[in-house]
């Protein structure tokens, strides 16, 4: 029994399947196509269902596509799924093995002959493949490592409709498209796997329209959702007709979406075309969704961190709690005889406003016996960094016992712009399974917490206005400041945009405006510091250029154009 309107006569009604996967789980993701296909057909009166880029494996599934028992059991869970579509058409992303090739690296350690392809099943059969064509190198892609790129366009017809075939990295190239309505197509399906990062969306947009305009044929986008360790996909997908977005799915959840489509190529959309977040509530909704799934698909319970009082861990608590809820997240006060009495009052206001269980330890026995152990070696030395850092490193201890002893995940608090410069210490506030905001520059977490405390839910904002308003400080020593040993927030960011993002130089930046000594210093401790981002976390990627799989700096490396 369908609730969904009729399908207009001669039509086909496509279904949209956003969802979200798991990378390596083949049965897992299978039961989840399965489903939405029943869902399809039932709910909507769908004839067709069209899968993101590598639904079956998840995305990326990087070197398991090189296991032979992987790709078997990928070819496994596709000929059940075809069992189970036995009345329906399905297109669905999955890796495919080229003449029953195995996968596993050849004598030549060349890739073996996989594609990424589109699986076409009709009524219980594989009817047709498509092999994607343009393979991303770039950023955090690396598909040449495992694919070999498909050299045809795919037109397939079901019940009288032409639809052509694209893959991802393919719709942002004309050819592909082209060749596709040059075979006959008269509507485009591209499957995505497409990350999200700030600005992504126009960008997606404007190329597609670009496509519709160069081939006549309205594109229908299907991307996928959720988080993936640093990525998140956004959804986000949508049907362009005449460069026109005529439907819209939402952003960071699972959604099923559909069309009609006529033998001619026109498409008449359905249901509601949901409202897309711009601006720091879309950055807030990446961040939450990254959270939330690296946690539940890493089979943790609930996350444990350091709650300082000031401005990142307070930003990193309230997206936890929006992300898992409340009782599933644990704040842990940590005071020493540098905390200020401010600090600790915001701290726990912020957990009672936000309903968060909340402990206190204080790190003062554990410094002072490590002080002592190291007093005979250190004796007629003045105290400098070395007894910051272990301050820091007692609250990584501290807190890796509690995540360890109750199976909560440790998330850390640091951002981008102290990462950047080595303003964080190793085995410290570094340590922990997850870095939320370690992509999310300072300028902007000042952002986002004005944004959530603008849009609180309850009586109360979920993070104290005097946090935003004083000054940041580590509290590692009296009277301390960031501004200390950092240039003003705003400056460094631009610096950190400039240099890590856009690949500018000492000239470009200086040009800009920027002060040459302050950018030969801040360029410097970026290079230097490269060895602790190795060693960090895993975080979520915002930007166009993170640090971690799309930012690849050598540790020991001669290039220092600050010198």
């Known amino acids: 029994m369908t609730s969904a309107n009729p399908t207009e006569a001669g039509a086909v009604r496509i279904a949209l399947a956003q969802v979200s996967t798991q990378v390596g789980n083949c049965i897992a993701n299978a039961d989840r196509v399965i489903e939405t296909i029943s869902r399809a057909r039932q709910e909507l009166g769908a004839r067709v269902v069209v899968f993101p880029e590598l639904t079956l494996t998840g995305y990326p599934p990087e070197d398991l596509l090189l296991r032979h028992d992987f790709l078997a059991e990928c070819d496994a869970q596709i000929e059940r799924i075809a069992t189970a579509a036995h009345d329906m058409a399905v297109i669905i992303g999955a890796p495919r093995r080229m003449n029953g090739n195995t996968g596993i690296h050849q004598p030549d350690d060349t890739p073996a002959a996989l594609e990424n392809a589109a699986i076409v099943i009709d009524r219980g059969q594989i009817v047709a493949h498509y092999a994607k064509r343009a393979l991303p190198n770039y950023g955090v ?25 694209t893959i991802c990295e393919d719709i942002w190239e004309s050819k592909p498209a082209e060749e596709a309505a040059a075979a006959g197509a008269k509507v485009i399906l591209t499957l995505n796997a497409s990350p999200y990062h700030r600005h992504k ?120 709690v929006d992300a898992l809820g409340a009782e599933n997240v644990l704040a842990v006060r940590m005071p020493s005889r540098y905390t200020s009495p401010m600090s600790l009052t915001d701290a726990a206001e912020q957990c009672a406003h936000l309903g968060v269980a909340m402990e206190t330890l204080s790190i003062e026995p554990v410094f002072n016996e490590l002080k002592s152990s190291l007093s005979g070696l250190f004796a ?138 302050i950018v030969r210093r801040i360029t410097r401790l970026i290079l230097l510091n490269e060895y602790k981002r190795r060693q960090a976390p895993p975080g979520i990627r915002i930007s166009r250029r993170a640090f971690g799989r799309d930012r690849r700096y050598p540790i020991t490396s001669g290039f220092n154009p600050a010198a």
């Open 141 to 165: 892609f690396d598909e040449k490592r495992y694919f070999k790129k498909g050299r045809e366009a795919c037109v397939v017809e079901i019940d009288g409709v032409p639809l052509g075939i």
């Open 201 to 320: 969306t126009n960008e997606r947009a404007r190329v597609v329209s670009q496509r519709v305009r160069e081939t006549g044929c309205p594109i229908i986008y299907v991307n996928l959702v959720g988080g993936q360790d640093e990525l998140v996909f956004d959804g986000r997908s949508f049907v362009a007709d005449q460069s026109q977005i005529i439907s819209k799915l939402p952003a960071f959840k699972e959604s099923l979406g559909w069309v009609d489509v006529c033998p001619d190529g026109r498409i008449t959309a359905h249901g509601e075309s949901h409202h897309w977040p711009k601006g720091e509530e879309e950055v807030y909704s990446a961040l939450t969704a990254g959270i939330r799934d690296y946690v539940r698909k890493n089979g943790f319970h609930g996350v444990v961190l350091g709650l300082s009082g000031g401005i990142d861990s307070a930003l990193v608590l309230t997206l936890a």
């Open 380 to 517: 007629g030395l003045a105290e400098d960094a070395t007894e910051e850092n272990l301050q820091a490193r007692t609250r990584g201890v501290l807190l890796m016992a509690l995540s360890n002893k109750f199976g909560r995940m440790l998330l850390t608090t640091g951002n981008k712009s102290e990462l950047a410069v080595g303003y964080a210490t190793l085995y410290g506030d570094m340590a922990g399974g997850f870095a939320p905001i370690k992509d999310v520059p300072k300028t902007l977490v000042y952002a986002l917490a004005r944004w959530r405390n603008a849009h609180k839910t309850g009586e109360h904002a979920p993070i104290p206005t005097r946090v935003i308003e004083r000054e940041p400080s580590a509290e590692l020593r009296a009277d301390q400041r960031d501004a200390d040993s950092l240039p003003p927030y705003d400056i460094l960011d631009q610096i950190i945009t400039a240099f890590v993002e856009e690949d500018q130089s000492i000239e470009d930046m200086v040009a800009a405006g920027l002060d040459e000594a």
